[in-house]
């Protein structure tokens, strides 16, 4: 018995892999079948689902942006502190003393525009391959609910730097909730006053300040991305109810 | 004898089923992992030779200008030129969103699912795509082509104030003929497809026709308002102490 016979007899080896990996078809089953993140496939899938040119891989392509965001940004909370004293201070501190601390920055950026991006071919592809007709109408539902979160995570990641694009940028934005009819303080037909409209919910305050960090920090960091989690589990999960990937009748 | 061909024929049958579903395991985990080791690389090298930008720090007394928002809600800040706030930051994008949801319970053509197959659903393709391009077509005009004051400049253009851009006096059209013309609008918008008995207009019921009709002329009145005001100068179609439109 050789050394890597000896481990895949061993009983640790055998409770963590329950099959072996000659390529028999029903390895192939079992391959996917013990694993859990495997098993988010189907056992078989049609051929042409499989195809680049069918879907793009723009929704894997999509989460996997997801995954990067979600651990260059896990990395990045170990040095940035939510309070507009160091928030600058730490993106320089970041950029010029923190070991690789520049390019970490730099991925989660990217890695954001990037999933904005993918995210909106996705669902042009999913729109130009009819997807949503019946049974999938559910699941472009939650797409588009996917899609605006996707926009809400950047744009609240946006004002974390509190450097003067981020400022403004939000100011602007956040300006738009005091536009909003009825609840809006600058709205048509206001009911509120602008201690108590749409503006002040978003920047706990009148204007962008630490509150505003901190109501942005914390939806960006765990609000937002949790919802986007549970919003994949159940995307990925309705694909498979849903017949599976969408196939010509 | 029989009996043995339609068993051989079942098996034959099966046999091809699973041809055209072959197994997921190894092909498609591999093509996922490519697709992921082609990302990374690609933000890698991104991030190796691009910085994220970083501005100077905060200084709520010095306003930026132009105060830009990040691209992918460049679109609807560059709609602000044609609508007031309370339309283009919060109705229009809660429209948007709604209409998106609502396709698939709006389109019941049953042709052309996983595939790409233009011509069985021309009406729904079309308005899709052109929705699509004016996002698009916003973004990169917001992004590329405005400077200080919102003020449009051709991308290789330096930002400064040389003149081009004399103050044009922007006038309301009054209320009456406004709510005449958009009447008209909706009218024959929502007469035009039945009349002309289009297909799509034909299978649809009237609760879906209503809502569809209703959320495309919506759609079209951005590039219609567009054009009122680049070529015609007209800054609202409705003005009154309350709302403008
Ligand atoms: C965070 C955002 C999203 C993620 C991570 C995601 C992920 C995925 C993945 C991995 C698939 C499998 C097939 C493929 O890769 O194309 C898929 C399918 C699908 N997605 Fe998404 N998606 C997102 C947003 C959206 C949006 C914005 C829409 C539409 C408005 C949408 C609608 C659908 C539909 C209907 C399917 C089934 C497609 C079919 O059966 O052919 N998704 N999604």
Same mark, same amino acid.
């Given at each position: ?169 939000? =100011? #602007? &934005?956040? %300006? ?8 809006? !303080?600058?709205?048509?037909? $206001? +009911? /509120? ?13 009148? =204007? #962008? &300040?630490? %509150? ?8 960006? !960091?765990?609000?937002?991305? $949790? +919802? /986007? ?21 | ?245």
């Amino acid at each position: 018995m050789t050394l890597k016979e000896k481990i895949m007899a061993s009983q640790i080896w055998k409770s963590i892999f329950r099959h072996d990996f000659e390529d028999t078809p029903s390895n192939r089953g079992k391959v996917i079948r013990s694993n859990v993140f495997l098993h988010l496939h189907p056992l078989r899938i049609p051929e042409h689902a499989m195809k680049i040119r069918f879907t793009w891989c723009m929704g894997g392509i999509t989460f996997f942006a997801f995954l990067v965001e979600c651990i260059t940004g896990i990395l990045l909370m170990f040095y940035y502190h939510p309070v507009i004293e160091y928030a600058y201070m730490d993106m320089k501190y970041l950029q010029f003393d923190v070991p690789f601390g520049q390019i970490l920055r730099n991925v989660h950026r990217w890695g954001a525009h990037l999933m904005v991006f993918t995210v909106m071919l996705h669902m042009l592809r999913v729109f130009l391959t009819g997807s949503y007709k019946r049974p999938r109408e559910f699941n472009w539902v939650i797409g588009v609910v996917l899609l605006t979160l996707t926009l809400l995570m950047s744009f609240t990641g946006y004002l974390l730097p509190w450097d003067q694009l981020a400022y403004w940028a939000i =100011t #602007v &934005g956040t %300006n738009m909730g005091a536009a909003t009819p009825f609840i809006g !303080v600058e709205g048509p037909f $206001a +009911i /509120v006053d602008k201690f108590n409209d749409v503006r002040f919910v978003l920047l706990g305050g009148t =204007t #962008v &300040g630490a %509150n505003a960090l901190l109501r942005f920090y914390v939806a960006h !960091v765990i609000a937002i991305p $949790a +919802i /986007v989690f549970v919003g994949c589990a159940i995307h990925f999960w309705r694909i498979r109810k849903d017949g599976g990937i969408s196939r010509p009748l | 004898m029989a009996e043995e061909t339609a068993a051989a024929l079942k098996a034959k049958e099966r046999a091809d089923k699973k041809k055209k579903n072959p197994h997921v395991w190894p092909e498609l985990p591999f093509k996922e992992l490519m697709c992921a080791v082609v990302v990374m690389f690609v933000l890698i090298v991104w991030a190796l030779l691009l910085d994220a930008p970083l501005g100077e720090i905060a200084t709520p007394s010095r306003t930026e200008n132009p105060a830009k928002a990040p691209w992918y809600f460049i679109g609807l800040q560059e709609i602000l030129v044609y609508f007031d706030p309370w339309y283009s930051g919060v109705v229009l994008p809660s429209i948007i969103m709604i209409g998106l949801m609502a396709i698939p319970y709006l389109d019941t053509n049953p042709k052309g699912v996983g595939e790409y197959n233009f011509s069985a659903r021309k009406f729904a393709m079309v308005n899709f795509l052109i929705g699509y391009f004016m996002w698009m077509f916003a973004i990169v005009v917001g992004q590329f082509m405005r400077g200080p004051s919102w003020l449009f400049f051709w991308p290789w253009e330096v930002w400064d104030d040389s003149g081009h851009h004399d103050e044009i006096t922007l006038f309301n059209i009054d209320n009456k003929t406004s709510i005449i013309a958009l009447a008209i609008y909706a009218i024959v918008g929502f007469a035009l497809p039945k009349l002309l008995k289009m297909k799509w207009a034909k299978n649809l019921d009237w609760t879906r026709y209503t809502i569809t009709i209703s959320l495309l002329l919506l759609m079209y009145l951005v590039p219609v308002k567009v054009v009122l005001r680049q070529i015609f100068h007209v800054r609202y179609l409705i003005a009154t102490p309350w709302i403008n439109f």
